[in-house]
């Protein structure tokens, strides 16, 4: 267990749809970002919060949103769902100062398949 | 903006030497990570180079040349559970975020 803890682990669900993904970071980190890992693909950013404040964006769509709670944890909802939007979607956390020499620890993720 | 480039694949005899390369391009540099993931499995850190040199871990090490924009991550006596996609990752030069952005991956296979 990484302590990184993405709710849920397989989602199965109709185009045009909606859904939230949902991550709690592991204690103490304040950092949380999103990535999306398509079928032999790389890791793809698509957000990142701090405290609770959107700090980074990468390519990701309009049709995706994101916050960070109080509590810290995050969700990340993608709306009007594509086919093409079927992936693994990760989400990772930091300590406050950046974790470069501990680096990322990444949740185990949420398979999406859309059909 | 920042771009990695990876070989796709690699393959490699258990007991072997392999060394999987990463070229980056990036408007800020702060450190070159590597990453570790194995099928349906989240990636894992596994070393982070902010200076130029070698860093050793155990059988896994990683090199960084800053002035070629070059690293590598060496793994040494391979077994087979080192089987995985491995990942460089350079970190954003954006004041004020850490965010990473991460190759293509190389799948490294091990045989028997």
């Known amino acids: 267990d990484s302590g990184v803890t993405q709710t849920p682990k397989h989602l199965i669900t109709a185009t045009g749809q909606r859904v939230t993904l949902r991550c709690s970071p592991r204690?103490?980190?304040?950092?949380v970002y999103w990535y999306q890992q398509s079928l032999d693909q790389g890791l793809q950013f698509l957000i990142q919060?701090?405290?609770?404040?959107?700090?980074a964006k990468g390519n990701i769509l309009e049709r995706f949103s994101a916050q960070q709670f109080p509590d810290l944890h995050s969700e990340l909802n993608l709306s009007s769902l594509e086919l093409g939007d079927s992936a693994l979607y990760f989400c990772?956390?930091?300590?406050?100062?950046?974790?470069?020499?501990?680096?990322?620890?990444f949740g185990s993720g949420t398979r999406l398949t859309v059909v | 903006g920042q771009s990695l480039e990876q070989p796709s694949e690699v393959t490699a005899v258990e007991g072997a030497i392999v060394q999987i390369n990463c070229t980056y391009q990036?408007?800020?540099?702060?450190?070159l990570s590597w990453y570790q993931q194995h099928d349906g499995g989240a990636p894992t850190f596994l070393s982070y180079?902010?200076?130029?040199g070698l860093e050793e871990t155990g059988r896994f090490s990683s090199f960084l040349s800053r002035s070629d924009s070059y690293g590598y991550l060496l793994l040494q006596e391979l077994q087979m559970k080192d089987s995985a996609s491995y990942f460089c990752?350079?970190?954003?030069?954006?004041?004020?975020?850490?965010?990473?952005?991460f190759g293509t991956g190389t799948r490294l296979k091990v045989l028997a």
């Open positions: 990772a956390s930091s300590a406050q100062g950046g974790g470069e020499n501990y680096g990322y620890t």
């Open positions: 204690s103490g980190d304040l950092s």
């Open positions: 919060y701090y405290n609770g404040e959107e700090r």
């Open positions: 990036t408007s800020g540099f702060y450190g």
């Open positions: 180079n902010a200076l130029d």
């Open positions: 990752a350079v970190r954003d030069g954006t004041s004020g975020t850490y965010k990473y952005i």
